[in-house]
């Protein structure tokens, strides 16, 4: 496979000769003399790795790369900073600003191949455990007021307990309005909002979990803002690409708890969702709102595989439509359905104890236990 390097470097004479040692190991090289030109050329032709000088005017080494880190598109590419500030304070803000690798002039050609080679090879190793690590399995209604969230919440427990050597979350991705902490008969004041909103340009772990509620020692929460939608900052497309780029690194499965849309930022999440659960209501205008989503999802390029339906009933009907109907109108079988248990459901809100855990002998704990055993299944 051949690389792409990219070097940045004000030094013309600088460039041509680490160009030289790199090209001569089969590398194919992308060049900049600043640091404006070297994020330019980044944006039109994505480098596998970036060799970068520090000391450069107008924008030096340390703020490229904290530009690249600020941006989820460039945030995962490898960062080696070569420069002859050699003392450990430069060092130590070199690793600081989000480099990979650091590196003092003058170099021997054989060191700084082995380097860029070590370092392309880490990462791969890297990027193989983000691809192979995280599932994603989203729950998305054809239109709100569906037990959508509350189907997710008992999924999550049910699976944490069915797999309890892997590490799941939920994620309640919404812009306000969020049930979880409050199903769950705790505290709002920590959300998703609050961790975007102090952790803007780049997600950590320990931001993540100082917003976390745990539910048990393999499942985690993270709850959307109680606070009405509207009356705190949007989710954007690139925050939900750092949330999901950071949570596919440390979790086995995320489960996404969305909102009946597949505007940005919630389609690009379902282009990369391992399994996608619609969740509807046996009547009517939900069946034809389903016509409509099922579509728009086409035009994502999703592939039918990857998305299950599953009916929810929130009250008995004589009129409900069957799963024969269904089956017919949507060209799609029916994976399962939640049966209508109001009482189950009351007593499961005011004692804030979910479903699963309160009734595990329930039809509904049984049909819940059915769907999780179709994702393990399929993942």
Known sequence: MSYNVLIIDDDLEALRLIGLMLERKGYVIQAASSGKQG??????????????????????????????????????IP?????AKSTLADKIKGFQSGADDYITKPIHPAELTTRVE??????????????????????????????????ALNTAITLSSEVPEKKVILVEL??????????????????????LAQESTRLTLNALEDQMLS????????????APTGTTPLLTRDSVASLHTLLKKHYDY?????PPSVAPPVNELLQQADY??????????????AEKMLHQLQILNIEE???????????????????????????????????????????????????????PASLISKQVKMLVDDILKQL
């Open 215 to 226: 539910h048990s020692a393999e499942l985690r929460l993270l709850p959307a803002t109680a």
């Open 79 to 83: 960062i080696l900073l070569f420069t």
């Open 174 to 195: 919404k812009n306000g309005s969020g049930s979880l902490a409050l199903q769950m008969g705790q505290a709002t004041d920590r959300n998703l909002q609050k961790l």
């Open 39 to 76: 994020l330019a050329s980044i944006t039109e032709t994505p480098p596998d790795l970036i060799v970068l000088d520090v000391m450069m005017p107008q924008m030096d080494g340390y703020k490229v790369t904290q530009e690249l880190r600020g941006n989820p598109q460039t945030a995962n």
């Open 305 to 359: 595989n990857r998305i299950k339906l599953e009916l929810v009933y929130r009250a008995r009907a004589a009129s409900a439509v069957t799963r024969e109907q269904i089956k017919a109108q949507l060209h799609q079988d029916i994976l399962g359905n939640i049966p209508p248990s109001p009482d189950l459901a009351q007593e499961s809100w005011t004692t804030h104890r979910p479903m699963v855990v309160s009734r």
């Open 118 to 151: 070590a370092l392309l090879q880490r990462t791969a190793r890297q990027q193989e455990l983000t691809r192979t690590r995280g599932k994603v399995i989203t729950f998305l209604p054809v239109k709100g007021g569906t037990g959508n969230s509350t189907l």
């Open 276 to 289: 996608i659960l619609l969740t509807l209501a046996p009547d009517n205008i939900t069946l034809k709102l």
């Open 254 to 258: 995320l489960l996404f708890d969305l």
